[in-house]
């Protein structure tokens, strides 16, 4: 077989979530960008308000201080970091009407553990 290809088009994948009608992931990626940064570069930076919404910078905060100093790439407890985790608890009791589950019974992991 022989294939006549005229045109190649490079695009970054965010054009393609764009294209089929999905939003743009920008207060995600802010939140973790402040999460991975130094403080002095991103949460504690005299500019931050500036650069980044107050959404983001408050939940940044909240993640910064739950994670704690070995920061969102080093290993974490193996259930997965407990605030995380109350609040899956939280979201379950706010869309089933029941109890929360217990923390300790969710298991939030990257598929290593």
Avoid: W
Wanted: glycine share 8%; aromatic share 12%; net charge neutral.
């Amino acid at each position: 077989l022989v294939y006549l290809i005229q045109f190649i088009f490079l695009l970054p994948l965010r054009f393609v979530f764009v294209a089929v009608g999905q939003k743009p992931m920008t207060y995600y990626r802010q939140v973790l960008a402040l999460c991975d940064l130094p403080p002095e570069c991103g949460v504690d930076h005299p500019e931050v308000k500036r650069m980044y919404p107050p959404d983001a910078i408050a939940r940044a905060k909240e993640y910064k201080a739950a994670i704690g100093p070995a920061g969102t790439g080093a290993y974490s407890h193996s259930q997965g970091i407990l605030a995380f985790r109350e609040h899956v608890a939280n979201f379950i009791e706010a869309r089933d009407g029941h109890v929360a589950p217990c923390a300790d019974d969710i298991f939030l992991t990257n598929g290593a553990s």
